[in-house]
C-alpha cells in the first residue's frame, strides 16, 4: 500500500511536470515569431510581423487553416507565425503571452470573445491592428476590421434555392439548427424560409435543434417523416446535422426522395454525396479565410503607412472568394467575402478537410 | 384477507408500476395526437435509439448499486471508439470486428482498474475520481492522437451495420424500418446482470457493498474487490457500447459522447437506483430508460414545440424522480411497521 501510494505520487509529480512543459508551448511558438522578426527587411520592402491566432488547434477545421496560411507563406516568402491555444480555452492568455512582443497585425478568430475582449483592446491600444474572422457578433470596439466569408442571409438563400430545384418547389420541408439560439444558424434558415415563401409552395414543418449531435438528428428524421411522410427537403446548419438526416434517409429507403442539403464538411459526410443521399453541401474553405485574415491585415497596414485608412471599395484580396469585400449596413468594419463553395461529387476532392 | 388486498396494493403501486403508468400515458397522448405512432415502426425506432443509452445505464445502474458513480464512461467511451479507427485508418490495427471491439473493451478496461484504485486503493470520492479520469481519457486522448471524425467504417464494420435482425416496411408509405442486430447486446446485458445481480454473490455483494460498506465487510464481502468490479465492469462494458455507437452512427470522434452521463444517472435514478447506493434493479432501470428514450424521440411527434422540449423532458424527468422518491419513503414507512 505504501509502495503504491509512493508510485501514485510519482505519477502525478510527472504528470505536473508534463503539464509545466505543456505551458511552455506559446513562448515556444513565439521563438517561431522571433525568427519571422529576423527576415524584416529583406524580400519586398514592407514585411510586417503578423500573427494568425485560431480558435483552437486541435481540429481539423483549424488545422485546415494552417495549411492554409503555411501555403501563403511558402508562396509569399513569408513566415507570419500561425499558432494558438489546443483547446481553446486559454486563447486569450496566448494571446497576450503574444503581446510581450512588437506585431504588426494579430488576426484571431475569437473562442470566447468575452474573455478575449480586454486583452485585445490592450493590442490595439499598443497600436497592434486586430484582425477577426467569425466575431460579427463581437462588439466593434475591439477589432479594427472583422472579416467573414459570406452574408448570412445569401448562404441561406442558396440552401433554399438549391431545395426548390431538386423538388420542384413542392412539397415540405424542416430544417435543423445545432442551436436555437444560435445567430448564424438562424439567419440562414430565416432567409431560406423567406425564400421558400416567395418561390416555391413550399411549406415548412418545422424548425428543429439538434444540439450538433448526429444521433439528434438521424433520430429526429426518422421520428418526423414517420409521423409526416410528405416531408421531401431537409435543410441542415450545424456540419452534423445533414450526416445524422442522411443516415436516417438511406436506412428509410428514401435516398433520391428526400433532397438534403446543409453546411457540412467533406470529412463528415462526404460519403453520403458520394452515394447520392446528399447532393451538395455548403461550406467555406477555412485555408482561404486564414489567407485572407493575412491579406486584410496587410492591406490596412498598407493604408496606415500611407496615412490613411482602409478603402473596402477598392480593397481586392488574393484569396479565393475575398476578391471583393463589402461592408456590413450597421458595422462597417465587418467585412463580407463571397467565399461560400458547394460541394458535389465533382469538387469533393478539392475540399478534403 | 387484509394482506393479501395489500400485497395487491403494494405490487399496483411499486416503482416499476408507477413508471409503466407513466409510459403508458404518455404513449396514448402521443397516439392521440398522432395515429402514426400506432406502427410496429415506432417500436424499431425506439429500440434502436435506446440502445446506447440502454447499454451505458447498465454500466452506471451497477455502479450506483455498489454506492458509487462514475461520471468517466462517456469520455472513456470516446477514447475506445477513436483509438481503434485511429490505428486502423494508420495500417496497425486488422480490419476485423473482434479486434475493433476487442480493443474498445481493453481500452474500457485500463480505464475501469484507473477508477478501481482511484475510488476502493485511494479512497477517493468517486465523483471527484471518475471527474478526473474522464479529464485524463479526453484531455490525453487530443494531445496524443488530436482530433478528427472518422466517418467512414472499415468495411468490417461496415458489413456488421447492414445485419439487421428485422425489417420493416411500412405498408402506406413503403417505408424499410430495419433493426440492427447489435439490438441484442443490450437485450443481453440486461439478460445476464439481472441474473448477475439476484443470483450471484458477487451481485448480491454490490448491494451488500452499496447499503452499507461496514456491515458488508463484516459480513465477509471483500469490498475493495467488488468496488474494482464495479468500476471494471463499467468501464468494460462502456468500451463496447462505444464501438457499437461507432459502428450503427458512422461516426467515430473525441467528443462524440460527451455530456450523455447526466442523462444516463438521471434514467438510473428514475428506474429506481439511489444515489446512496444499494438500490435498484435491471428492470426498473430498463423502465427508466423507456420512458427517457420515448420522451427524448417523441416530442416532435406529440407536436411539442423544439423550444419546449428541453423544458418538457426536465419535467418529466423531475416527475419520474418525484415518483420514485416518494415510492422510497413509503417503503421505508412500511418497513418500520
Known amino acids: ?353 | 384477507m387484509t394482506t393479501q388486498n395489500q400485497k395487491l396494493k403494494m405490487a399496483l403501486t411499486s416503482t416499476p408500476m408507477i413508471l409503466i403508468y407513466v409510459i403508458a400515458v404518455f404513449c396514448i397522448v402521443v397516439s392521440i395526437r398522432q395515429p402514426a405512432f400506432l406502427s410496429p415502426a415506432t417500436a424499431i425506432n425506439i429500440g434502436r435509439a435506446g440502445i446506447f443509452t440502454m447499454c451505458f445505464a447498465i454500466c452506471e445502474m451497477v455502479v450506483i448499486i455498489s454506492g458509487g458513480i462514475d461520471v468517466s464512461f462517456p469520455a472513456v467511451g470516446c477514447v475506445a471508439m477513436y483509438v481503434p479507427l485511429y490505428l486502423n485508418y494508420h495500417g496497425m490495427l486488422p480490419d476485423n470486428v473482434f479486434a475493433f471491439f476487442g480493443l474498445a473493451m481493453f481500452i474500457g478496461l485500463i480505464f475501469g482498474i484507473l477508477n478501481g484504485i482511484l475510488v476502493s486503493y485511494l479512497k477517493l470520492p468517486p465523483l471527484i475520481a471518475t471527474l478526473a479520469t474522464s479529464s485524463i481519457a479526453s484531455g490525453g486522448l487530443i494531445l496524443a492522437l488530436g482530433t478528427r471524425e472518422f466517418t467512414t467504417l472499415p468495411p468490417s464494420l461496415e458489413a456488421l451495420y447492414r445485419v439487421n435482425l428485422v425489417t420493416y416496411t411500412d405498408a402506406a408509405t413503403g417505408f424499410t424500418y430495419p433493426l440492427t442486430i447489435l439490438f441484442l447486446v443490450p437485450v443481453a446485458l440486461c439478460v445476464v446482470m439481472a441474473l448477475v445481480m439476484h443470483f450471484t454473490m458477487l451481485g448480491r455483494g454490490l448491494y451488500a457493498i452499496g447499503g452499507d460498506a461496514n456491515a458488508a465487510r463484516i459480513a465477509g464481502f471483500n469490498v475493495r474487490l467488488l468496488q474494482f468490479f464495479a468500476y471494471i465492469f463499467c468501464g468494460v462494458a462502456a468500451g463496447a457500447t462505444a464501438m457499437i455507437y461507432t459502428t450503427l452512427m458512422h461516426s467515430s470522434t473525441t467528443t462524440a459522447l460527451m455530456g450523455d452521463e447526466m442523462i444516463i444517472i438521471a434514467a438510473c435514478v428514475v428506474g429506481g437506483c439511489r444515489l446512496t447506493g444499494g438500490h435498484g434493479n435491471v428492470g426498473g432501470t430498463i423502465l427508466g430508460v423507456l420512458l427517457i428514450t420515448l420522451v427524448q424521440t417523441n416530442l416532435n411527434m406529440l407536436g411539442i414545440p423544439t423550444s419546449w422540449q428541453t423544458f418538457a423532458v426536465g419535467l418529466v424527468l423531475l416527475l419520474g424522480a418525484i415518483l420514485t422518491s416518494i415510492q422510497a419513503k413509503r417503503q421505508t414507512k412500511l418497513g418500520k411497521i
Open chain 1, 1 to 353: 500500500m505504501k509502495n503504491f501510494k509512493r508510485i501514485f505520487a510519482l505519477g502525478a509529480a510527472v504528470m505536473m511536470t508534463a503539464t509545466l512543459f505543456a505551458g511552455c508551448g506559446p513562448s515556444n511558438s513565439n521563438d517561431g515569431g522571433n525568427s519571422g522578426d529576423d527576415n524584416q527587411g529583406d524580400g519586398d520592402g514592407a514585411t510586417y510581423k503578423i500573427a494568425v491566432v485560431p480558435k483552437m488547434t486541435n481540429i481539423g477545421w483549424f488545422q485546415r487553416m494552417e495549411e492554409g496560411v503555411k501555403a501563403y507563406n511558402a508562396d509569399n516568402g513569408t513566415d507570419y507565425l500561425y499558432g494558438g491555444s489546443t483547446e481553446g480555452a486559454d486563447q486569450a492568455s496566448y494571446v497576450e503571452g503574444l503581446l510581450a512582443e512588437d506585431w504588426d497585425a494579430i488576426c484571431v478568430v475569437p473562442f470566447d470573445s468575452q474573455s478575449l475582449a480586454p486583452v485585445l483592446q490592450k493590442a490595439k491600444e499598443a497600436g497592434v491592428v486586430v484582425i477577426t474572422h467569425e466575431a460579427a457578433s463581437m462588439d466593434p470596439q475591439y477589432f479594427d476590421y472583422d472579416i467573414e466569408a459570406f452574408v448570412n442571409a445569401d448562404y441561406g438563400t442558396n440552401f433554399a434555392k438549391q431545395l426548390v430545384e431538386l423538388t420542384n418547389g413542392e412539397g415540405t420541408y424542416i430544417q435543423f439548427v445545432g442551436d436555437l439560439n444560435s445567430v448564424s444558424h438562424n439567419e440562414w434558415c430565416d432567409a431560406a424560409d423567406a425564400y421558400f415563401a416567395e418561390n416555391s409552395n413550399m411549406v415548412k414543418l418545422g424548425r428543429y435543434e439538434t444540439g450538433d449531435q448526429t444521433t439528434s438528428s438521424y433520430n429526429q428524421t426518422k421520428e418526423l417523416l414517420t409521423a409526416h411522410p410528405e416531408i421531401n427537403a431537409i435543410e441542415g446548419s450545424a456540419s452534423t446535422d445533414v450526416a445524422g438526416a442522411a443516415q436516417a434517409v438511406s436506412e428509410l429507403g428514401l435516398s433520391g426522395q428526400v433532397a438534403i442539403v446543409g453546411t457540412s464538411m467533406t470529412t463528415i459526410c462526404g460519403n453520403y454525396i458520394e452515394d447520392g443521399t446528399i447532393a451538395s453541401f455548403s461550406v467555406w474553405d477555412p485555408a482561404e479565410a486564414g489567407k485572407a485574415m493575412i491579406e486584410l491585415a496587410i492591406a490596412v497596414l498598407d493604408a496606415r503607412a500611407a496615412g490613411g485608412e482602409l478603402d473596402v471599395a477598392s480593397t481586392s484580396l488574393a484569396a479565393v472568394g475575398y476578391e471583393s469585400l463589402t461592408a456590413g449596413e450597421g458595422t462597417p468594419t465587418v467585412l463580407y467575402g463571397n467565399a461560400r463553395v458547394d460541394v458535389t461529387k465533382d469538387n469533393m476532392a478539392n475540399y478534403n478537410f
